[in-house]
């Protein structure tokens, strides 16, 4: 692949403004609409400011950007699709924008202004080979020329009332008209110019009688290139011609294969060129030598395959440039879609730009020629010979977009608390393109879970929005999914151009998560783990989950956390007890001696510590509930008097419970006791105890180490091996109450009313086979 590559230059200061385009109306400059570069170069004036003796006649000076220098600027344009024209200070383009409308842009070269013309009918705007801009207007038989070289004088008229002939162009500032008579079989070719004064208005002279005109275009400010048929017994032939516009005569013509649909032609100096197409699927880039009478032989320089919409050149004596349009957004890639340029004596090919929509011929017999590089990126470039004699590109107008794919958009905030928007949050990214597939990865620093989104873009114009509606959940192997968990992720989007043009693409960034810890969390994803230790002593860690298309809760995932843990005779899930934002868990052992078991955070805990000895004087110990309010996790047990004991939780890990008190006596008829959280409603923690009748009750969390009346929730729990206050597992804001036994889990969801507080359980999958868990699951 063969690039121009010259040096990087900096952008001059450019403005696009809009101008009122009225009949016998000067074109008067509005304020300026497009942003100039924050700082203007040195010795060019800010945008919108105009520099001293620059002012065009007839132009506001608020419009008047800073001229682009002359011999080390590359004019900064909108994001131009096609090249329409050109004259010696200026050209004409046009924006096809994602909406679907199009619009025209005049680009002065001496002053560095870019005109968005008004909007017209669907004719649209024209020029061919001057500074001459020529639109019909709308439901008029009139056509306005308006000389862009001096934007400050009323635009000329022409009137061509005659409704059967069909505008085809503009070469100077001569119209051009051509109409086919169906019953007689006959056409004309008109140039019609300024003015009403007699041969105004002309019949080209040297077609045949029955020439249909099928295209037109302007070779230069005063040569046109036609392309037309005629049909003798039915026998269609195809022709080009090369029309003198002083003389309105035909000096040159030949015959050329057939095409079935419209193709391309090209002539200038000794040359033609043209494009044949038999078949949908085949085309042929053909030249021949001018004069002769169309007699000298065509030659195939280029086998196109299927691309009969490539558009052609003609540089100097020996040079054809090809590409096919639409390259930008194809997702197909081609080899033709590069501007490639062809020696028709020794078949040299020289690739000039990486794709190229249009190109228009130059007063000065270059080219200009609307494409991107991956080098300089997209823009018109001028395709000129060299001192070698070879062609080269060099970038004289810039839209400011890259021709490789990258990102020009990113919207993902620092921080996203999946606290908020239902878990959910909106990630999005913009790429410079449509035709794009790839994916973006989230990948969570700790764990390495990761989520992802793939995207598959189109041949639309414009940017491509990447938009990642994250729902707070992570991938896992049988695609159940878990919750996100807080901490550090990075992202990673990568993506290929489908077009073939340029590198695949990879950008990084990061981001964090926040989420409120929960009472049984230890993964710090907000969402309930569940411990259970099996018959050998092994601890086990589920982390579960519950989506809203699910009733069901479920396990993401079951870790093993280690062995040994049949030393305890006590297993016990706290909640936050030593501050360091994760739950924690105590374990007393067989002399009464409490351990504290730090959570990390990540789903495992710090080596043991020591809480203190004597706790083998309680027969049931409870954690979890914050039962006075202070936003700690307190600690309750039953002694072997049947007496209920309050530990304050004091967040701190070397002393993780304040001195005891008691909360009264004849807790012994109870078999088992569940700090629950807030499942009533009234902001602090409760309590459920189980009689040894099987009956639940209710302990609602009046004040520190304080509860209500009890109430009774009914009776048959004594199914139930073990109750666990779960925290918020099904994520509807109310703690819920866990329950596992030979016949199964069930999830039992808060309702946050002190007379039913729970709902109709849930069957799960987790812990579905206690029994092997020694009925230790907390």
Same mark, same amino acid.
């Given at each position: ?57 007839? #132009? ?95 635009? #000329? ?121 038999? +078949? ?115 970038? #004289? ?125 230890? +993964? ?149 006791? +569940? ?104």
């Amino acid at each position: 692949m063969i690039h121009n590559r010259v040096p990087r230059r900096r952008l001059a200061a450019a403005v696009t403004v809009v101008l009122a385009l009225t009949a016998g109306t000067a074109m008067v400059a509005a304020p300026a609409t497009a942003a100039a570069p924050a700082v203007a170069p040195t010795g060019v004036a800010p945008a919108g400011v105009a520099p001293t003796g620059v002012a065009p006649a007839g #132009v506001a000076p608020a419009g008047v950007a800073a001229p682009a220098d002359a011999t080390d600027g590359v004019l900064a344009i909108p994001r131009t699709y096609e090249i329409l024209g050109a004259g010696p200070t200026g050209f004409l383009s046009s924006e096809r924008r994602a909406d679907g409308t199009v619009v025209h842009h005049w680009t002065s070269t001496t002053t560095g202004v870019t005109t968005e013309l008004p909007r017209q009918s669907t004719d649209g705007y024209r020029a061919g080979g001057s500074d001459t801009v020529v639109a019909k207007e709308p439901l008029k038989t009139r056509y306005l020329l308006h000389d862009m070289s001096s934007p400050g004088d009323a635009p #000329v008229v022409v009137e061509q009332p005659d409704s059967r002939l069909l505008w085809r162009g503009v070469v100077g500032r001569t119209l051009v008209f051509s109409s086919f008579d169906e019953a007689s079989r006959t056409g004309v070719l008109r140039l019609v110019g300024e003015g009403n004064q007699e041969g105004h208005d002309r019949r080209v002279t040297g077609l045949p009688e029955n020439a249909r005109v099928l295209r037109v275009e302007a070779a230069s400010a005063s040569t046109l290139l036609v392309r037309y048929t005629t049909n003798d017994a039915g026998t269609v032939v195809q022709h080009l011609a090369v029309v003198d516009v002083a003389t309105a005569a035909v000096v040159d013509d030949r015959v050329t294969g057939n095409a079935v649909h419209s193709v391309d032609f090209a002539a200038s100096g000794p040359r033609w060129a043209w494009i044949e197409s038999p +078949t949908t699927m085949t085309a042929k880039l053909m030249y021949a030598d001018r004069g002769g009478n169309g007699s000298a032989p065509a030659t195939e320089a280029v086998d196109l395959g299927a691309g009969g919409r490539t558009h052609l050149g003609v540089l100097g004596a020996d040079w054809l440039t090809y590409a096919l349009p639409g390259g930008d957004i194809t997702v197909e890639p081609s080899p033709h879609h590069a501007l490639t340029a062809f020696h028709v004596t020794d078949g040299t090919k020289v690739e000039l730009l990486d794709h190229a929509t249009s190109s228009v011929s130059a007063p000065d017999g270059s080219l200009l020629v609307r494409g991107g590089t991956v080098a300089r990126g997209e823009g018109v470039y001028r395709v000129a010979l060299g001192a070698d004699g070879k062609p080269a590109a060099t970038l #004289v107008a810039s839209t400011g977009r890259p021709t490789a794919l990258a990102v020009v958009g990113k919207d993902v905030p620092a921080v996203v608390d999946l606290d908020q928007n239902l878990g959910r949050a909106t990630l999005g990214w913009t790429l410079s393109r449509t035709n794009a597939k790839g994916s973006v990865t989230l990948r969570h620093v700790g764990t390495g879970r990761t989520a992802r989104l793939d995207f598959d873009g189109g041949t639309n114009l414009g940017d491509l929005p990447v938009t990642m509606d994250w729902d707070g959940m992570v991938e896992t192997e049988d695609d159940r999914g878990a919750f996100a968990p807080s901490g550090d992720y990075t992202w990673e989007l990568t993506a290929t151009p489908r077009n073939g043009v340029g590198p695949d693409l990879k950008e990084t960034g990061t981001f964090k998560v926040t989420r409120k810890a929960g009472a049984h969390d230890y +993964t710090d994803n907000s969402t309930p783990d569940l411990l259970s230790r099996d018959a050998s002593g092994v601890l086990w860690r589920d982390d579960t989950a519950k989506v809203a298309s699910s009733s069901e809760m479920y396990s993401t995932e079951r870790v093993r956390l280690g062995g040994g843990w049949q030393i305890y005779n006590q297993l016990e899930a706290v909640g936050n007890i030593a501050g360091a934002g994760a739950a924690d868990l105590v374990a007393r052992d067989a002399a009464g001696v409490l351990w504290l078991y730090q959570g990390k955070g990540d789903g495992a805990f710090t080596p043991r510590t020591k809480i203190g000895g004597g706790w083998n004087t309680y027969t049931h110990l409870t954690g979890g509930s914050d039962l006075d309010g202070d936003g700690k996790s307190d600690l309750l047990g039953i002694d072997t008097t049947g007496a209920l004991w309050f530990y304050k939780g004091t967040g701190n890990a070397g002393a993780p419970f304040g001195g005891r008190t008691k909360v009264g006596g004849g807790w012994d008829i109870y078999n088992q006791i +569940t700090a629950t959280g807030d499942v009533a409603g009234s902001a602090r923690g409760d309590l459920v105890a189980r009689d040894k009748a099987g009956v639940l009750w209710l302990y609602q969390g009046s004040g520190p180490g304080a509860f209500s009346t009890r109430v009774r929730l009914g009776a048959g729990w004594n199914t139930f091996t073990q109750l666990v206050g779960v925290g918020d597992a099904d994520r509807d804001g109310r703690a819920d109450l866990y329950a596992v036994g030979a016949g199964g889990s069930f999830l039992y969801p808060g309702t946050g009313s002190a007379s039913t507080p729970f709902g109709p359980r849930v069957a799960n999958s987790v812990n579905v086979n206690a029994h092997r868990f020694n009925h230790t699951v907390f």
